[in-house]
């Protein structure tokens, strides 16, 4: 058996990017857990500038894929959650962008924990993406749509992958 510390590494090394889902919707429940795990993440001095919306309609992840040229994955994620950050909360500048790269990445390992599939589609800093994207879901100005993170029960399974690269790492200097 296990301990945490082992089950949490190890969640963090299966975790992949899953672009195919089973027609089964996701429990509110589940997206309660994830939304929680997303508002842990660490942000400059705390701000947490972050909004999440949430996007079950399908006429709405259909007009993101009409959008998005990467969003394919939409046709069958029964939910998407959709990371925005907010300009007036950000007191330290050029910050919130990463603040929100944190609270995605653990939307990520929040699904996978509780059994879903996710990948993360990028939106900022592409403007025409979170303008359009800004437009379909009424976004208010000075809030700006960072990640959409479809997710559902996968349909598909991926084994865990080596990505480590000893010629990446660096000691004391380059």
Same mark, same amino acid.
């Given at each position: 058996?296990? #301990?945490?510390?082992?089950?949490?590494?190890?969640?963090?090394?299966? @975790? @992949?990017? &899953?672009?195919?889902? !089973? =027609?089964?919707?996701?429990?509110? *429940? =589940?997206?309660?857990?994830?939304?929680?795990?997303?508002?842990?993440?660490?942000?400059?001095?705390? *701000? !947490?500038?972050?909004?999440?919306?949430?996007?079950?309609?399908?006429?709405? /992840?259909? $007009?993101?894929?009409?959008?998005?040229?990467?969003?394919?994955?939409?046709?069958?994620?029964?939910?998407? &959650? %959709?990371?925005?950050?907010?300009?007036? %909360?950000?007191?330290?500048?050029?910050?919130?962008? /990463?603040?929100?790269?944190?609270?995605?990445?653990?939307?990520?390992?929040?699904?996978?924990?509780? $059994?879903? $599939?996710?990948?993360?589609?990028?939106?900022?800093?592409?403007?025409? @993406?979170?303008?359009?994207? #800004?437009? /379909?879901?009424?976004?208010?100005? #000075?809030?700006?749509?960072?990640?959409?993170?479809? %997710? $559902?029960?996968?349909? !598909?399974?991926? #084994?865990?992958?080596?990505?480590?690269?000893? !010629?990446?790492?660096?000691?004391?200097?380059?």
């Amino acid at each position: 058996m296990m #301990g945490i510390a082992e089950e949490a590494y190890e969640a963090i090394m299966s @975790r @992949r990017s &899953i672009r195919a889902y !089973e =027609k089964r919707e996701v429990e509110e *429940e =589940k997206i309660r857990k994830i939304l929680d795990a997303a508002m842990c993440a660490p942000s400059a001095r705390h *701000e !947490e500038p972050w909004h999440f919306i949430i996007i079950r309609r399908r006429e709405t /992840l259909n $007009g993101i894929m009409r959008i998005h040229p990467h969003a394919k994955m939409l046709e069958s994620a029964p939910v998407a &959650i %959709l990371v925005c950050f907010e300009q007036a %909360l950000e007191t330290s500048p050029g910050y919130a962008p /990463l603040d929100c790269a944190n609270a995605t990445m653990n939307i990520l390992h929040a699904a996978h924990a509780l $059994g879903l $599939g996710a990948v993360w589609v990028g939106i900022y800093p592409r403007k025409e @993406r979170m303008d359009a994207v #800004g437009k /379909l879901l009424s976004i208010p100005e #000075g809030v700006f749509p960072f990640a959409l993170v479809p %997710l $559902g029960y996968p349909a !598909e399974k991926k #084994g865990r992958e080596n990505r480590y690269k000893q !010629e990446r790492v660096h000691y004391e200097k380059w």
